[in-house]
Antibody
Framework: EVQLVESGGGLVQPGRSLRLSCAAS????????MHWVRQAPGKGLEWVSG?????????VYGESVKGRFTISRDNAKNFLYLQMNSLRDEDTALYYC??????????????WGQGTLVTVSS | DIQMTQSPSSVSASVGDRVTITCRAS??????LAWYQQKPGKAPKLLIY???SLPSGVPSRFGGSGSGTDFTLTISSLQPEDSATYYC?????????FGQGTKVEIK
C-alpha cells in the first residue's frame, strides 16, 4: 500500500524558515516524480514544486515560491523535503506531498498524503 | 504561466444526470491535462490524466476529453457520492497550474 506521511508544519513568524518532510513507502520511490501542492484555508489548490525521478536532477517551482523554496529528495531514505525560507503570510496553507501517477513521467498526482499545516503569522 | 479557466464555477444536478465541466487553457497544452475531485477535509483524488486516461479504481462514469486548449470532464450518471469540488490541472509546462474549481452539488 502506498503511503505518504508529511511532517514539519507548524506556526512560524514571517521571514523565518521551515522544512517539511514526506516519508514515502509502498512503492519504488526513485521511480517517480514527486510534488508539493498546497491549499490555503477555504481556497483552491496550488501546485508548489516538483522534482524528477531518479536523482531528482530536475526541480521546478511555482512563481509564488521560486527563489524562496527548495525541493529535494533522499532516495536512500525514501523522503521528500521542502525547505521554505523567507516565509510570508500568504504561504499559510495545508501542504500536501504527492506522487506522480506514472513512473518516469510528469503526468498528475495520484497518491497524496494527509497534509501538514503551515501557519505564517506574527 | 498557463492560466486554466473552469466553467461553470458551480453546478447543481440530480442523481442520474449527465454533468459536464469544461476547462480552458490560456495556451495549447496538447493532452497534458488532469482532473481531480476533492471532498471537504480530504486530499484531492486523481480522476483523469493525460486528458482521457482513468487511473485504476476510478469509476467508469467519469470521462475526459479534449486537446489543445479546450477540455471536458463528464460524469455520465451523477451519484450522491460525486458531490465535491473538481479541479483541472495542466502538466504541459512548468509551473503546473490548476483551475479555480467547480463545485458539484446534488439537488
Amino acid at each position: 500500500e502506498v503511503q505518504l506521511v508529511e511532517s514539519g508544519g507548524g506556526l512560524v513568524q514571517p521571514g523565518r524558515s521551515l522544512r517539511l518532510s514526506c516519508a514515502a513507502s509502498g512503492f519504488t520511490f526513485d521511480d517517480y516524480a514527486m510534488h508539493w501542492v498546497r491549499q490555503a484555508p477555504g481556497k483552491g489548490l496550488e501546485w508548489v514544486s516538483g522534482i524528477s525521478w531518479n536523482s531528482g536532477s530536475t526541480t521546478v517551482y511555482g512563481e509564488s515560491v521560486k527563489g524562496r523554496f527548495t525541493i529535494s529528495r533522499d532516495n536512500a531514505k525514501n523522503f521528500l523535503y521542502l525547505q521554505m525560507n523567507s516565509l510570508r503570510d500568504e504561504d499559510t496553507a495545508l501542504y500536501y506531498c504527492g506522487r506522480d501517477v506514472e513512473r518516469n513521467k510528469w503526468r498528475g498526482v495520484d497518491q497524496w498524503g494527509q497534509g501538514t499545516l503551515v501557519t505564517v503569522s506574527s | 504561466d498557463i492560466q486554466m479557466t473552469q466553467s461553470p464555477s458551480s453546478v447543481s444536478a440530480s442523481v442520474g444526470d449527465r454533468v459536464t465541466i469544461t476547462c480552458r487553457a490560456s495556451q495549447g497544452i496538447s493532452s497534458w491535462l488532469a482532473w481531480y475531485q476533492q471532498k471537504p477535509g480530504k486530499a484531492p483524488k486523481l480522476l483523469i490524466y493525460a486528458a482521457s486516461s482513468l487511473p485504476s479504481g476510478v469509476p467508469s462514469r467519469f470521462g475526459g476529453s479534449g486537446s489543445g486548449t479546450d477540455f471536458t470532464l463528464t460524469i455520465s450518471s451523477l451519484q450522491p457520492e460525486d458531490s465535491a469540488t473538481y479541479y483541472c490541472q495542466q502538466s504541459n509546462s512548468s509551473p503546473w497550474t490548476f483551475g479555480q474549481g467547480t463545485k458539484v452539488e446534488i439537488k
